[in-house]
């Protein structure tokens, strides 16, 4: 779970981090409200949860009431990659002498946490990491035995950060371990970390939360704003499915995560385009797979491949989940099913009776049908 | 270790850590079904029962002690499996299969290095667990899919683990042990230690390693295969991923330019590991391995 901007500085700011002034707008009135008391001079931050939203334009600035008026007026309802601009962060403009990035993320490889520190702020941090390697600086944080005073001492040593910012850097960057911490980030990143005339200020912040652990952290789901997935995705979340929207026309259903990536990859290589991922999970019933092609029914695919390799999940109850979806909706594109494994030969035997069903022995034969099917 | 094949053989003493749970005791039936040795079960609160016939305890210290189970496999559901996880390692068992899906990161961080100090092994979170075909099966996968033989199977992904496995069973070609680590981010074995052992174990003559998208694994691993000995058949899920999005297990997406499928592919390349298109092509480059 990603938190919008203007949510993980209210985090950052109740640990202690010091955050520009501002506050969110809703509308053009509450921009002006909040310009006024800068005397126009502020920065309007789209609030939307995509990466490069800078570069997008989500990001102006203003020098005059009128002027914040104007550009708000531009900035509601704005699409940036897909996702409507529905809130602004109106913030005071910062006079910026430098800028820092600062941040925690999960190593997988060391199975650490692991702090990054950089001189150079602002820029995509990626980026910099690829240009201009020798500019970041990371240290590992054991996970048993926590941050200590010299895991920071070696991060400011190693990033060649100005001596007389060492303190206030190792305070801000104690307080954002904190919240790694306490709210189980994945990541949690200051990027600008901006030095004003006033000291350290988080221009941006960023804060991801494992969704692993949510069920521990109740107050976030009143914070949670689903707007990074489609409608479709939003359905297939309520009924516990993996689904993932794509851009092609062959709809897949598949049970596993490695299995419908691969089917995927299968559909790409026969010529084709997939139009979604979609994992069933493991013991799927007849319900859950019925939604399941209604949902890849509704985006608009030429044709639909089920790839089922039943371990616990058993051939017969995706092939009467099919029937129901056969039988309650109206389907008048090609289905092809492969079902392999448990109860494979009784899940045939339902399919045999069906029309506008192609059932198939191997997944590399269905692919290609559901690929020649969508053109 | 003293086992034979690699990590479970016919004399691993297993403890069925949530046995009287829905999965647990479902599993379990399977186990036994396919003759893997379940001695004990825990279950908190329900010790001094039985379920099928097996004893259970309250505790895994009380259940290691009265049956000396030498490996645990856990279906405790994910806020709790953490916590089943730690307390497995602390009984000094020497294998610990952690099927559950869903455990926050950070419990799994702490864990990950619980498991390492007690020098046990860890196999997940997230996984389908271990078979070694007719020695024993310790996890839920289809038995029925699987044969003996020489082929070593290592994999984050369950079900596509299952499909290159009966694609080299329909070829007659069978398999020493077949391991699932899981699909976490992170996960207690990666695939340069279940590598190593495969170089080792004298059942292996080829190995197949299953990869996806997320994490730099594959590429950690392609950098060992140049100095082993035995043919390395390799597979990739997630060419078509779209960056930035969680591909249903946790430990797959590519973040921050990293963990891309063209990446991986190319270290293994590299490293002179023939690298299958599908499930079935790696069944069949396999096979051609084995001829020589």
Partial sequence: ?375 | MIFLSIIVDENTKVVVQGITGKQGSFHTQRMLSYGTKIVAGTSPGKGGSEILGIPIYDTIEEAVKESKANTSIIFVPAPFAADAVMEAAEANLSVIVCITEGIPVHDELKFYWKVKEKGAILVGPNCPGIISPGKTHVGIMPTHVFKRGNVGVVSRSGTLTYQISYNLTRLGIGQSTVIGIGGDRITGLSFVEVLEMFEKDEETEVVVMIGEIGGRDEEIAAEFIKDMSKPIVGYIAGLTAPPEKRMGHAGAIVEGGVGSAESKIAALKKSGVEVGKTPMEVAEIVARKMKR
């Avoid at chain 1, 010091?18 to 005397?39: H, L, Q, R, T, Y």
């Avoid at chain 1, 790694?180 to 949690?188: P, Q």
């Avoid at chain 1, 099919?322 to 339902?350: F, W, Y």
């Fill in chain 1, 1 to 375: 779970m990603r938190l919008l901007e203007y949510q993980a500085k209210q985090i950052f700011k109740n640990y202690g981090i010091p955050i520009p002034k501002g506050e969110v707008a809703k509308s053009i009135e509450e921009v002006e409200k909040i310009a006024e008391k800068f005397n126009g001079k502020v920065v309007l931050k789209a609030q939307v949860l995509v990466g490069g939203r800078g570069k997008s334009g989500g990001v102006r600035k203003a020098t005059s009431v009128n002027e914040a008026k104007k550009i708000a007026t531009e900035l509601f309802g704005y699409n940036i990659k897909g996702h409507i601009v529905k809130k602004l962060l109106v913030e005071e403009m910062l006079e910026i002498k430098s800028e820092f990035y600062a941040g925690f993320t999960i190593d997988r490889s060391s199975k650490s946490i692991v702090a990054i520190l950089s001189t150079m702020g602002g820029m995509d941090v990626e980026e910099v990491a690829a240009k201009y390697p020798q500019k970041i600086a990371k240290q590992k944080i054991d996970p048993r035995w926590g941050l200590w005073d010299y895991n920071l001492r070696n991060l400011l040593k190693n990033s060649s950060s100005p001596k007389e910012l060492w303190s206030d850097l190792s305070d801000i960057l104690r307080k954002l371990y904190n919240i790694m911490i306490s709210y189980e980030a994945e990541l949690v990143e200051i990027n600008p970390l901006a030095l004003t005339p006033q000291g350290l200020v988080a221009a941006d912040a960023r804060l991801n939360i494992d969704d692993n652990a949510i069920f521990r952290k109740k107050e976030l789901f009143e914070m949670r704003e689903i707007t990074e997935e489609s409608e479709i995705e939003k359905e297939a979340i309520k009924f516990g499915l993996n689904y993932v929207q794509l851009k092609g026309n062959v709809g897949i259903i598949a049970n596993g995560a490695g299995m419908a990536m691969a089917t995927m990859d299968l559909i790409k290589i026969m010529g084709g385009e997939p139009a979604n991922f979609l994992d069933v999970g493991g013991g799927a019933s007849k319900e859950v797979v019925e939604k399941a092609i209604e949902i890849i029914t509704k985006s608009g695919v030429k044709s639909i491949f089920i790839n089922i390799f039943g371990g616990i999940t058993r051939c017969d109850e995706v092939a009467k989940g099919i029937v129901d979806a056969l039988n309650r909706q109206k389907i008048g594109i090609p289905i092809i099913v492969r079902l392999s494994g448990t109860n494979e030969e009784e899940g045939k035997n339902i399919l045999k009776k069906l029309k506008n069903i192609i059932v198939v022995n191997e997944m590399e034969e269905g692919a290609k049908i559901a690929v020649d099917l969508a053109r």
